[in-house]
Nanobody, 131 residues
Framework: EVQLVESGGGLVQAGGSLRLSCAAS????????IGWFRQAPGKEREGVSC????????YYVDSVKGRFTISSDNAKNTVYLQMNSLKPEDTAVYFC????????????????????????WGKGTLVTVSS
């Protein structure tokens, strides 16, 4: 079974940076995508970024474009979310999640990500950005 463990959250001042890590295990094929989601108090969960393991393509929600970068280290089975120029509105619990595909395509991956229709979820890591 796929397992996902997030780390790297913490308290940072506005304008600062954090790097989140998602250690993944249990995949039986290479056709999957890993996404980062966040949920702030009193708000709905939001998809932040996603990476397609099949072709390395990446996607970002508009509010983080130019500030966040998603990447993967397949040797370490880890996906990272580098977050720069953090703002107080980035404060949330950040989750990584995995979606498995039998035959992925960019449209399928993007749709799955934006709908939040992921198959496995981590427990989350808290990011707090102070003003």
């Amino acid at each position: 079974e796929v397992q996902l463990v997030e780390s790297g959250g913490g308290l940072v001042q506005a304008g600062g940076s954090l790097r989140l890590s998602c250690a993944a295990s249990g995949f039986t094929s290479d056709d999957y995508a890993i996404g980062w989601f966040r949920q702030a108090p009193g708000k709905e969960r939001e998809g932040v970024s996603c990476i397609n393991n099949s072709d390395g393509s990446t996607y970002y929600v508009d509010s983080v474009k130019g500030r966040f970068t998603i990447s993967s280290d397949n040797a370490k089975n880890t996906v990272y979310l580098q977050m720069n120029s953090l703002k107080p509105e980035d404060t949330a619990v950040y989750f990584c999640a995995a979606a498995l595909f039998s035959r992925s395509s960019p449209v399928v991956v993007i749709t799955t990500f934006y709908l939040g229709s992921m198959d496995y979820w981590g427990k989350g890591t808290l990011v707090t950005v102070s003003s």
